[in-house]
Protein backbone atom coordinates (compact mmCIF):
# COMPACT_ATOMS: atom_id res chain seq x y z
CA UNK A 1 0.00 0.00 0.00
CA UNK A 2 2.65 2.66 -1.18
CA UNK A 3 0.21 5.96 -1.02
CA UNK A 4 0.30 5.38 2.81
CA UNK A 5 3.81 5.13 3.20
CA UNK A 6 4.36 8.74 1.96
CA UNK A 7 3.35 9.87 4.75
CA UNK A 8 5.44 12.02 7.26
CA UNK A 9 5.66 11.65 11.27
CA UNK A 10 4.99 15.90 11.45
CA UNK A 11 2.15 15.29 14.38
CA UNK A 12 4.87 12.74 16.87
CA UNK A 13 7.67 15.22 16.63
CA UNK A 14 6.07 18.41 18.19
CA UNK A 15 5.41 19.97 21.67
CA UNK A 16 3.13 18.81 24.17
CA UNK A 17 -0.70 18.49 23.90
CA UNK A 18 -3.54 17.87 25.67
CA UNK A 19 -6.50 15.20 25.23
CA UNK A 20 -9.69 15.70 22.14
CA UNK A 21 -6.80 17.60 20.12
CA UNK A 22 -6.87 17.38 16.36
CA UNK A 23 -4.33 18.58 13.42
CA UNK A 24 -4.29 17.82 9.47
CA UNK A 25 -1.46 16.94 7.94
CA UNK A 26 -1.02 18.08 4.24
CA UNK A 27 1.97 16.04 2.43
CA UNK A 28 3.18 17.61 -1.14
CA UNK A 29 5.11 16.04 -3.84
CA UNK A 30 8.66 17.96 -5.23
CA UNK A 31 5.75 20.01 -7.51
CA UNK A 32 3.97 21.21 -4.33
CA UNK A 33 0.89 18.96 -5.40
CA UNK A 34 -0.81 17.58 -2.66
CA UNK A 35 -0.55 13.71 -2.21
CA UNK A 36 -1.99 13.21 0.39
CA UNK A 37 -3.85 14.81 3.50
CA UNK A 38 -4.20 12.90 7.26
CA UNK A 39 -5.97 14.11 9.97
CA UNK A 40 -5.43 13.48 13.64
CA UNK A 41 -7.39 12.64 16.63
CA UNK A 42 -6.13 12.34 19.91
CA UNK A 43 -8.53 10.88 21.95
CA UNK A 44 -9.19 11.36 26.12
CA UNK A 45 -7.92 7.88 27.19
CA UNK A 46 -4.42 9.33 24.95
CA UNK A 47 -5.23 7.42 21.60
CA UNK A 48 -4.40 9.03 18.06
CA UNK A 49 -5.84 8.13 15.51
CA UNK A 50 -5.03 8.78 11.88
CA UNK A 51 -7.28 8.96 8.63
CA UNK A 52 -4.53 9.05 5.89
CA UNK A 53 -6.66 10.51 2.58
CA UNK A 54 -5.57 10.59 -1.31
CA UNK A 55 -5.13 13.43 -3.05
CA UNK A 56 -8.70 13.21 -3.93
CA UNK A 57 -10.17 13.01 -0.53
CA UNK A 58 -10.78 9.15 -0.29
CA UNK A 59 -9.63 7.49 2.78
CA UNK A 60 -6.72 4.84 1.94
CA UNK A 61 -5.66 4.16 5.38
CA UNK A 62 -6.16 4.46 9.05
CA UNK A 63 -3.78 4.29 11.86
CA UNK A 64 -4.06 3.64 16.11
CA UNK A 65 -1.41 4.49 18.26
CA UNK A 66 -1.48 3.45 21.90
CA UNK A 67 1.06 4.67 24.26
CA UNK A 68 1.85 2.61 27.83
CA UNK A 69 4.84 4.31 29.83
CA UNK A 70 7.52 4.94 26.92
CA UNK A 71 6.86 2.09 24.51
CA UNK A 72 3.69 2.98 21.66
CA UNK A 73 2.35 0.26 19.63
CA UNK A 74 0.65 1.74 16.37
CA UNK A 75 -1.69 -0.51 14.21
CA UNK A 76 -1.88 0.16 10.74
CA UNK A 77 -5.06 -0.73 8.40
CA UNK A 78 -6.10 -0.09 4.89
CA UNK A 79 -9.49 1.67 3.75
CA UNK A 80 -11.53 -2.02 4.40
CA UNK A 81 -10.35 -2.26 8.25
CA UNK A 82 -7.84 -4.99 7.04
CA UNK A 83 -4.40 -5.02 9.16
CA UNK A 84 -1.28 -3.91 6.88
CA UNK A 85 1.23 -4.07 9.31
CA UNK A 86 2.27 -2.11 12.80
CA UNK A 87 4.81 -0.50 14.37
CA UNK A 88 6.69 -0.51 17.84
CA UNK A 89 8.33 2.64 19.45
CA UNK A 90 10.46 3.00 22.57
CA UNK A 91 11.52 6.70 23.73
CA UNK A 92 14.07 7.89 25.93
CA UNK A 93 14.12 10.74 28.35
CA UNK A 94 16.86 12.21 26.13
CA UNK A 95 14.54 13.13 23.11
CA UNK A 96 15.27 9.97 20.84
CA UNK A 97 13.17 7.49 19.66
CA UNK A 98 13.53 3.87 17.89
CA UNK A 99 10.72 2.51 15.89
CA UNK A 100 10.40 -1.18 14.32
CA UNK A 101 7.51 -1.46 11.83
CA UNK A 102 6.19 -5.29 10.94
CA UNK A 103 4.17 -6.52 8.23
CA UNK A 104 1.11 -8.39 8.87
CA UNK A 105 2.62 -11.61 9.15
CA UNK A 106 5.17 -9.81 11.63
CA UNK A 107 8.13 -9.74 9.43
CA UNK A 108 10.29 -7.20 10.35
CA UNK A 109 10.38 -4.33 7.09
CA UNK A 110 12.25 -1.42 8.79
CA UNK A 111 13.40 0.77 11.38
CA UNK A 112 13.37 4.57 12.05
CA UNK A 113 15.09 6.85 14.74
CA UNK A 114 14.27 10.28 16.07
CA UNK A 115 16.20 12.25 17.67
CA UNK A 116 14.86 15.90 18.38
CA UNK A 117 15.95 18.53 19.62
CA UNK A 118 14.00 21.68 20.78
CA UNK A 119 11.42 22.02 18.01
CA UNK A 120 13.55 20.28 15.29
CA UNK A 121 13.69 16.72 14.57
CA UNK A 122 15.21 14.15 12.53
CA UNK A 123 14.21 10.81 11.73
CA UNK A 124 16.40 8.47 9.56
CA UNK A 125 14.54 5.66 8.16
CA UNK A 126 15.95 1.65 7.23
CA UNK A 127 14.69 -0.98 5.72
CA UNK A 128 14.69 -4.63 6.91
CA UNK A 129 18.22 -4.96 5.65
CA UNK A 130 19.75 -2.37 7.76
CA UNK A 131 19.95 0.10 4.02
CA UNK A 132 19.43 3.83 4.70
CA UNK A 133 15.80 4.50 2.90
CA UNK A 134 15.55 8.56 3.55
CA UNK A 135 15.06 10.83 6.44
CA UNK A 136 12.56 13.65 7.75
CA UNK A 137 13.39 16.37 9.44
CA UNK A 138 10.61 18.72 11.17
CA UNK A 139 10.84 21.98 12.23
CA UNK A 140 7.65 23.93 14.01
CA UNK A 141 5.71 23.85 17.46
CA UNK A 142 2.16 22.42 17.97
CA UNK A 143 0.64 25.19 16.07
CA UNK A 144 2.20 25.09 12.61
CA UNK A 145 5.00 22.62 11.60
CA UNK A 146 6.93 21.77 8.29
CA UNK A 147 8.93 18.88 6.89
CA UNK A 148 11.11 17.92 4.19
CA UNK A 149 11.35 14.16 3.16
CA UNK A 150 14.96 13.07 1.47
CA UNK A 151 15.85 9.83 0.38
CA UNK A 152 18.77 8.07 0.39
CA UNK A 153 20.80 10.58 -1.80
CA UNK A 154 19.98 13.52 0.01
CA UNK A 155 17.61 14.08 -2.62
CA UNK A 156 13.92 16.05 -1.77
CA UNK A 157 11.24 13.59 -2.02
CA UNK A 158 8.45 16.01 -0.73
CA UNK A 159 6.92 18.09 2.25
CA UNK A 160 4.27 18.48 3.95
CA UNK A 161 2.65 21.21 6.66
CA UNK A 162 0.68 20.55 9.82
CA UNK A 163 -1.88 22.67 10.77
CA UNK A 164 -4.00 23.11 14.45
CA UNK A 165 -3.25 21.56 17.98
CA UNK A 166 -1.58 18.03 17.18
CA UNK A 167 -1.70 15.49 19.45
CA UNK A 168 2.13 14.54 20.61
CA UNK A 169 1.91 10.72 22.10
CA UNK A 170 2.86 8.82 20.87
CA UNK A 171 6.00 9.94 19.37
CA UNK A 172 5.75 7.51 16.05
CA UNK A 173 7.08 7.95 12.52
CA UNK A 174 4.76 6.79 9.55
CA UNK A 175 7.05 4.55 7.65
CA UNK A 176 8.74 6.25 4.65
CA UNK A 177 8.00 5.31 0.73
CA UNK A 178 11.18 2.91 1.18
CA UNK A 179 10.16 1.35 4.23
CA UNK A 180 7.83 -1.11 3.65
CA UNK A 181 5.03 -2.71 5.57
Known amino acids: MKPLLLSTPLLFLLVAASPAQTC ?23 TVRSVIRDASGRTIGTSTSQTNGSSTRTDYRDASGRTTGTASTNGSSSGSSHTTYRDASNRTTGTATTRTNGNTSRTDFRDASNR ?49 R
Open 24 to 46: REVVRDTSGRITQTIDHQESSNG
Open 132 to 180: STGNQTTNGSSGFATGTRRDASGRTTGSSTGSGTCPTIPRVPMPHAGTK
